[in-house]
């Protein structure tokens, strides 16, 4: 661990200075005396100056111990560190967050109901979470709802000394993408797991959520579980000899064979993958197995059972809400006694848990919720809940280069948030883009990790990466848009509003998911993934942004064959020297389609993009990938995606023909996009697209003699627009010293050396009206036709 003093430790230092009991051995006023020294560098008080000089000695320990440091056994172990495994007392660590988070924010269809879901999962997980431990947020919104949070949880858990008074900022680890994990006093880290339980359940009603906890002595901070007696620990001299039994296999991991030594392992592979195990990543890993079995429906002792989830009676003769789920509560029409109280747009019925998603994602302007007079609740206080369009113009006014590229000529204040669908779809002739982004390499890379700083460190950086990059993406390629002819009746928006065109589901540690206009779609996609990397390599700097970890990849020994890895102009591809990447589905479709019925095809497609990523880290290529799918019509697609590529779309006689080549490559992805530019440039006529992918299933010759014709036929110049752009960047032979002409086929060679032939010619069509010759030539204004979503 590093050996300056950092906030956990001052975590850890309180939770050894409380103690094991319930009441701590000194003056709480002792305790915060501690803290503030430690904080402020000054000297602790004398009473509590051994603990302090144990947690020390603990910083102490590099974070990657060298060969002939590590302890060889448990004897070597205990004589090198006697003070810190003699250190009375245990520490708490809890670990838990929302479950099942997908089941409850598309519950419901509208848009607004699934922004608030998502709106007050995050506010819980960032904002009322931390506050149990009296940490305030970033935003300085959440001021005056931070002492209703302090009061519920005093009143939730009232036995003195109250759970409250026993917590600090600086025992938090992280508290991102859903979940927590800190460090508590032993004799609360029940209440506290039951507290991050109850919180879920209460302002949601019906979010799963679970949390689960364990103490730990001292040592086992930085050298994993010991055993008690802890002569009877399975340490390194015992690995050493039995790394091949198929349980100490399973546990530790698999270790590299080195060439002509089948059973013999590198000795430097067997003490890091031991080090890497042995450390605060096994205590982690103890209460994920806690957690899993938990949420399982197991029970433990001294914690309520978690093994039945809310029921919410209904009766076939009382008004349902709009998802059909539970009896309606309250009904959202306009205030006969009041006419300045509207309701809303259709009058819909709503249950006690879809009021309260509908009032968060139909708020105001920064983090304000608006009055309502159709739901109102004193014990659900929720005035202020911060949406992720409020974080993005915060980082506007951040960015001034950003800000003036995006607003252009409108004013922040005219600004609003789209209501519906329709409104996003109406952005690009009806069609929405649904990108789902999730992180590559995440959990090998944890497994490294040794020590809670490192764990903060890393949540803090993929976090922001993560944020940024998306923010970065949508400030670059989108612009607010005018509503034009908007349905009065089924609208609270008046026509010539401006809108966001975008939607921002969830930002959750690597997790994305967005709703952006389908004629942007992919060039957003493209610029997440590389703008992820290159945040974390440092290579774009974010203001008041600090990336602690390194994240760049080792120099390898073999050098990386690029033309295996890109099918577009190999040889003008970058290499990616990041360990983290992101995978991402993009699904294009008419705005009409059931988001429910979206979401199963965007988390297809990103699990395709996912495989290709490890496909190609065979060749050294660590970058991101992206997967992507246009669905023009809602009954286009009977079966899962890869049945269809397989079935429809791949041709096994005479040669094998695959007429698709997703997924792609960041790289690859820029490439597709500008080969059709290139088409539009060179005027290549539209019918003679769809003339072409006509061809394709009629066989590689076919195809390739009309595509040369159709060439030929262009004017002068464009035929060779489109040699260069097109057949030069994607379809020459794999072999140097062949002349020939393959367009619009690819030849790949598979790992049984077959050929294949594959073309991006149907996405080029799919997606051709998608696509923009210059930015310049979009007109900004939209007209909707609106079926304004309730």
């Not at 947690?55 to 060969?67: D, G, T």
């Not at 007079?373 to 992720?388: F, L, P, Q």
């Amino acid at each position: 661990m590093k050996s300056c003093w950092s906030a956990i430790a001052t975590g850890i230092a309180w939770c050894l200075a409380w103690g094991e009991g319930r009441e701590p051995p000194f003056e709480i006023g002792v305790l915060q005396e501690m803290r503030r020294a430690l904080n402020s560098g000054e000297e602790v008080p004398e009473n509590v100056r051994e603990i302090v000089d144990r947690v020390r000695e603990l910083l102490a320990i590099p974070e990657k111990i060298s060969r002939e440091e590590f302890p060889e056994t448990i004897t070597d172990l205990q004589n090198k560190y006697p003070n810190l495994w003699n250190q009375p007392g245990k520490i708490g660590l809890v670990y838990g967050g929302v479950t099942k988070v997908k089941q409850y924010v598309f519950e419901d269809a509208k848009l607004p109901d699934i922004r608030g879901a998502s709106a007050l999962l995050d506010r819980i997980n960032l904002v009322d979470l931390p506050a149990f431990f009296d940490k305030r947020p970033e935003s300085q919104r959440y001021n005056i709802y931070l002492p209703e949070i302090k009061s519920w949880l005093n009143k939730s858990f009232p036995r003195e000394p109250k759970l409250s008074e026993a917590l600090i900022p600086e025992m938090i680890v992280y508290s991102t993408g859903g979940n927590i994990l800190a460090f508590c006093p032993a004799a609360f880290v029940d209440e506290l797991a039951d507290a991050i339980e109850k919180r879920y359940s209460y302002v949601t009603l019906t979010a799963n959520s679970c949390a689960v906890g364990d103490t730990f002595k001292l040592l086992e901070i930085r050298f994993g579980l010991l055993r008690d007696p802890i002569e009877q620990t399975f340490w390194l001299d015992r690995y050493r000899q039995e790394y091949q039994n198929p349980l100490v296999e399973a546990y530790f991991g698999k270790l590299d064979k080195q060439p002509n030594e089948p059973c013999i392992a590198d000795p430097s592979c067997v003490e890091e993958a031991f080090a890497n195990r042995k450390s605060f990543n096994e205590l982690t890993t103890k209460l994920a197995v806690l957690f899993n079995q938990r949420r399982s429906g197991n029970d433990f002792e001294n914690r309520p059972s978690r093994r039945y989830p809310p029921m919410l009676e209904t009766h076939p003769y009382l008004q349902r809400d709009e998802a059909d789920r539970r009896s309606a509560t309250t009904r959202a029409t306009d205030n006969p006694d009041n006419p300045n109280q509207k309701g809303l747009p259709g009058n819909p019925w709503f249950s006690e848990v879809s009021a309260r998603k509908r009032k968060a994602g139909d708020r105001a302007k920064h983090g304000k919720i608006k009055e309502t007079h159709w739901y109102r609740n004193k014990e659900w206080a929720a005035d202020v809940i911060e949406g992720w369009v409020d974080k993005f113009e915060d980082f506007l006014e951040n960015h001034r280069e950003k800000l003036q590229k995006y607003w252009g000529d409108n004013n922040l204040e005219d600004v609003e948030i789209a209501q519906s669908l329709t409104q996003l779809g109406s952005v690009s002739n009806g069609f929405v883009a649904y990108i789902y982004a999730d992180g590559n390499n995440m959990g090998g890379y944890i497994q490294k990790i040794t020590t809670p700083q490192e764990y903060q460190d890393f949540s803090e950086d993929v976090d922001n990466a993560t944020r940024y990059a998306v923010f970065q993406a949508l400030a670059e390629h989108l612009q607010p848009r005018e509503l034009k002819g908007n349905n009065k009746s089924e609208s609270t928006l008046p026509d010539g509003a401006w809108i966001h065109p975008f939607e921002i589901i969830t930002i959750g540690g690597d997790d994305i998911i967005l709703i952006v206009p389908a004629d942007r779609a992919l060039a957003i996609a493209k610029t997440i993934g590389e703008q992820f990397e290159q945040i974390l390599l440092r290579q774009v700097q974010i203001p008041n942004v600090e990336i602690k970890g390194d994240y760049q990849t080792q120099p390898s020994e073999k050098p990386i064959d690029l033309s295996k890895c890109h099918r577009y102009l190999s040889q003008n591809a970058g290499t990616t020297n990041c360990q983290l990447s992101t995978s991402i589905g993009v699904l294009i479709a008419d705005y009409k389609t059931p988001i429910y019925y979206a979401k199963k095809l965007y988390e297809q497609l990103l699990k395709s993009a996912k495989k290709r990523a490890k496909d190609l880290k065979q060749h050294g290529y660590c970058g991101g990938t992206v997967d992507f799918f246009v669905m023009k019509s809602v009954t286009a697609l009977s079966s899962s995606i890869e049945d269809f590529r397989k079935k429809a779309l791949t041709k096994d006689s005479p040669q094998e023909l695959k007429l698709y080549a997703a997924p792609y490559t960041l790289h690859e992805i820029g490439g597709l996009i500008e080969s059709v530019k290139a088409l539009k440039k060179a005027e290549f006529p539209k019918s003679q697209l769809y003339q072409i992918r006509s061809f394709l299933e009629q066989g590689k010759n076919t195809t390739i003699l009309n595509y040369r014709y159709f060439r030929t036929r262009l004017k002068d110049g464009n035929s060779e627009i489109l040699k260069k752009e097109f057949e030069e960047a994607w379809c020459k032979p794999k072999d140097p010293e062949n002349n020939g002409n393959l367009a619009p086929w690819m030849s790949v060679i598979e790992e049984n050396k077959r050929t294949v032939y594959e073309t991006i010619w149907r996405e080029i069509v799919d997606i051709y009206d998608f696509i923009e010759l210059e930015d310049s030539q979009f007109s900004s204004e939209i007209s909707v036709d609106a079926e304004v979503e309730s």
